[in-house]
């Protein structure tokens, strides 16, 4: 508290409240730092200011950073001025500046240093407050054996596990369960979606393998040797990288046909065509591949106008070696080994019959015949590919091998639930690990019943256990069960949170996301919500993490605002929220108020009110008073909302500071487009109303990368921002 309480007078040392606001000129009200993040939409991005990172980040190693001893911030100086470091800084660095320097030895090193001056940042500025991070479950039949010695974990789940299990059942089956939807599409669950379902990524991830770079169970990337041969990193004269991989010559599909070079890249080179877009009736991703956009992406076969149908990023070097060149912002990103992941994909089911993957010595093309067209001036293959990717009968996923540890054999629309066999011909995983389990179920279930379920033989796996009464019940069945059930556990990577939308309301001001911290008691809530079974976190991160590790090493300290209502009191007075509506000293009842200048504030807070208008920003004198009211929406039915009516809207302690909560119940899908001020989903009414939202958030993936996701640029708010944040600090102004 004494570190938040410094740095905010830091920021308002030179400013002052004299008195009502009658008697005050716009000049004297306490100048938030968010204040000049408001005005940016009066300004044009690259001309009257850009971002401290595309001024001079790219320049920036870490040792170029100095750090508050008192604060942990990180600073540099620029043009003789010592600037402070904000999100959107650290989070390009974090993954595109991680050349060794100073005392930081390696790239790992250098990754955790920004990364934790990243984390201390967030912590102060609290995009959203952690209420609890739980301990999960996984309550297993004994007669699947293995699990003790090979468990679960947050980046290994029960599909990537049972790799290393065996059973004991009589048909020799494991019967896995999630509540997720299957729809039956395995081949590439994203096909035509923007976010495929938890179940069919699961499925997808058994049946395709054979993969060149793999995720580790630590949650890292290793190169699989189990598949490569070698392998070679070049960064070429034009700063451009490549990667040219040999694969071994042993490798089969699940026919038993032999896997070579053009299966690695053949699903590469179609979906990065118009005839793919076509299929899946939108875009493929592929913009770090040299050649796609302004070339290969335009050809349209034979006769076309525009681009040229080689690849030039993509090389077919001999039978077992290929190449993939990225371009030159990528050569240095942290992450650049997955750039040369690739997995082995059947080339004759992407391509179709007679088409030929060739390469003359500019980059790989597809012979014409992959760019046929129908009466229609349809594409044929497009077709194709989309019946390969839909269609969930026996004979279509019959109709071409599989490469992974499993292959599909049937799929039943009427109760969700596939049946996969094992490849007899799976040569093993990065460990070299083969499959011994026959046959996998993987089903649709009811968290209501699964229980039940499970007791009568219908699951073999309930992963992902969590809530007190929820982990009690499993534990007190496997417990006297004598033996018939076993389990285990692991720490949840993510939590459960209440978000902002950062840029709206009063939630925009970190004093007042601070001050809702600091009102409620997160440890009390983690204990109430999870039954015991969980705690709670202070910034984005997973305590088990190698990163986490490394910046605790490094000696990171994080605020875990203890709860004090006086404390909150302190923050947000300190922040100018000292005003009642007629803009006369509070004193201590009702509702606080902020005064923002007039040439400061937008439309959008202008109009802001309480959900039942009973509060909203008022003008007095030619400077707007807005109300400590936060419109919060929460997801019902939802335990985790029902206990934010306690633990948040009638909190006393938020009463007690001179805020008021309003609480609108809904789905999830209407809750997004409030939280986008967009209609997604067809909800949203074009007027924003909500700055807070619960949910939950999560950090499986291997890849720790927020790069883009704190921008200030409005070329890519909209689209890729992750809490709605400016961070001041992230402002560089031009004139």
């Not at 292959?407 to 799976?426: G, H, I, M, P």
């Not at 939590?495 to 004093?511: E, I, M, N, V």
Request: with cysteine; hydrophobic share 35%; proline share 3%.
């Amino acid at each position: 508290m004494k570190k938040l309480m410094a740095l905010l007078m830091t920021v308002v040392m030179a400013f002052s409240v004299v008195g009502a606001l009658a008697d005050v000129d716009a000049a004297n009200i306490v100048a938030s730092p968010e204040f000049d993040v408001m005005t940016l939409g009066n300004f044009k991005y690259g001309e009257d200011y850009t971002s401290l990172y595309d001024k001079v980040g790219k320049d920036i190693t870490i040792a170029d950073v100095h750090e508050d001893e008192e604060t942990g911030f990180g600073y540099i100086t620029v043009d003789g001025e010592e600037k402070l470091l904000g999100l959107d800084f650290l989070t390009m660095a974090m993954v595109y500046n991680t050349t060794p320097a100073g005392d930081y030895a390696t790239e790992e090193d250098v990754y955790a240093a920004w990364w934790r001056l990243y984390i201390t940042r967030w912590n102060y500025l609290l995009p959203e407050v952690p209420l609890h991070s739980n301990e999960y479950y996984d309550l297993y039949n004994a007669q699947i054996k293995g699990v003790q010695e090979y468990p679960t974990n947050p980046f290994w789940n029960p599909t990537r596990a049972l790799v290393d299990w065996s059973s004991e059942k009589e048909d020799d089956s494991i019967i896995l369960g999630s509540s997720t939807e299957l729809s039956g599409q395995f081949r590439v669950p994203s096909f035509g979606k923007s976010s495929p379902g938890a179940s069919d990524n699961d499925i997808g991830y058994l049946t395709t393998g054979l993969e060149t770079v793999s995720v580790t169970k630590e949650g890292g990337y290793t190169w699989n040797d189990t598949v490569v041969e070698s392998h070679e990193e070049t960064i070429n004269e034009d700063g451009t990288l490549t990667f040219t991989i040999k694969i071994k010559d042993d490798l089969k599909f699940s026919d038993g046909s032999a896997v070579t070079a053009k299966d690695y890249i053949a699903f590469s080179l179609a979906s990065l065509t118009p005839v793919y877009t076509e299929a899946a009736s939108r875009e493929t991703s592929g913009r770090t591949t040299v050649g796609w956009k302004d070339a290969y992406q335009l050809y349209t076969g034979p006769g076309s106008e525009a681009g040229v149908k080689e690849l030039s990023g993509i090389r077919l070097l001999d039978e077992y070696t290929f190449s993939v060149t990225v371009t030159a912002e990528y050569a240095n990103y942290f992450y650049k080994i997955t750039f040369g992941g690739f997995d082995a994909n059947y080339a004759a089911a992407w391509l179709g019959e007679g088409v030929e993957i060739k390469d003359d010595g500019n980059g790989c093309y597809l012979s014409d015949e992959f760019y046929a067209k129908d009466e229609e001036g349809k594409y044929i293959q497009a077709a194709n590919i989309r019946k390969l990717c839909t269609d969930t009968s026996a004979e279509n996923y019959a109709s071409f091998p599989w490469s992974g540890e499993y292959v599909v054999e049937s799929f039943d629309n009427t109760d969700s639930t596939a049946t996969l066999k094992k490849n007899e011909y799976f040569k093993g995983n990065y460990e070299g690990a083969t499959p011994k389990i026959g046959t996998i179920i993987y089903k649709k279930t009811v968290d209501s019943t699964q229980i039940e379920d499970f007791k009568a033989g219908g699951l073999d796996v309930i992963a992902a256990i969590t809530g007190g009464a929820a982990t009690d019940n499993a534990l007190k069945l496997a417990d006297e069960s004598d033996g018939k059930y076993v389990y285990t556990h692991y720490s949840r990577a993510g939590y459960g949170k209440l978000g902002f939308r950062a840029d709206y309301g009063p939630a925009q001001f970190a004093s007042v996301r601070q001050a809702i911290a600091l009102c409620m008691d997160r440890a009390q809530f983690a204990k109430d919500f999870t039954g015991g079974y969980g705690g709670v976190v202070d910034g984005p991160y997973y305590t088990g993490s190698w990163m986490y590790k490394a910046a605790v090493d490094q000696g990171m300290l994080l605020d875990s605002y203890a709860t004090s209502a006086d404390s909150a009191i302190e923050v947000l007075e300190a922040d100018g929220w000292v005003y009642n509506a007629d803009g006369t000293d509070y004193t201590g009842e009702g509702v606080r108020y902020k005064a923002i200048p007039a040439d400061k504030i937008n439309e959008n807070d202008k109009n802001y009110k309480s959900v039942d208008g009973a509060y909203k920003t008022e003008e007095v004198n030619g400077v707007y008073l807005m109300p400590l009211v936060i419109n919060w929406f929460g997801t019902t039915p939802n335990e985790f909302t029902d206990l934010l009516q306690t633990g948040f809207r009638e909190n006393d302690n938020v009463k007690k500071v001179g805020m008021v909560v309003y609480n609108t119940l809904g789905d999830f899908a209407p809750m997004l487009d409030e939280l986008y001020q967009q209609a997604a989903y067809g909800f949203y009414s074009g007027s924003p109303m909500y700055c807070a939202f619960n949910f939950a958030t999560g950090f499986n993936s291997a890849a720790y990368d927020y790069a883009f996701n704190m921008t200030i640029d409005p070329a890519m708010y909209d689209d890729y921002s992750q809490y709605y944040i400016k961070d001041y600090a992230d402002v560089c102004w031009l004139k």
